[in-house]
């Protein structure tokens, strides 16, 4: 699944990232060194909140646009989604074999991941789990809280 520095994303993660990217760039960054020269010109740097404020904003913005830098440079885009196994990009349906249960995961990478959307990472006991495995498949899933099975019922 490629290096450890790759960056898996659907091509709506990676736009939104460039999103982030240019708004940081583009009006976050000229913002903040305007807040800086504002609060310079307050006087006394010793004891200038808004000065210390606005350097660790600063130090944010650029902290932030290095990672997003580097992950754009290190960037998979998940375009082929074959159905046929379980692998990054694929909706899986998977029926828990103890209760009869079931839940539908979107596999994704690790920076799109949101469990409040059912976008789980690829890097998750679940989906490591789910990988390379085909509709009808029982998989034990190892978790922090004990295994479990799973049954895969659809993979679109």
């Known amino acids: 699944m490629g290096s450890k520095n790759t960056v898996y994303l659907t091509q ?22 305007q807040a800086i020269k504002e609060a310079r010109s307050l006087g006394d740097l010793s004891e200038n909140a808004e000065y210390d404020a606005a350097r660790n904003e600063q130090a944010q913005i650029e902290g932030r646009i290095q990672q997003l830098e580097k992950m754009l440079e290190n960037v998979s885009i998940i375009t082929e989604v074959n159905t046929d196994k379980v692998g990054i990009g694929n909706t899986v349906s998977i029926k828990y074999v103890d209760d009869d249960e079931e839940d539908e995961y979107k596999i994704v990478g690790s920076q799109e991941a949101d469990p409040f959307e059912s976008k789980i990472s690829n890097e998750s006991p679940i989906a490591q789990a789910l990988f390379d495995h085909k509709v009808g498949d029982i998989v034990t899933v190892e978790s922090p809280n004990g295994s479990y099975e799973v049954e895969i019922v659809d993979i679109r």
């Open 12 to 33: 709506e993660g990676l736009d939104d990232l460039k999103k982030e990217l240019d708004n940081l760039i583009n009006v976050r960054r000229p913002e903040n060194i």
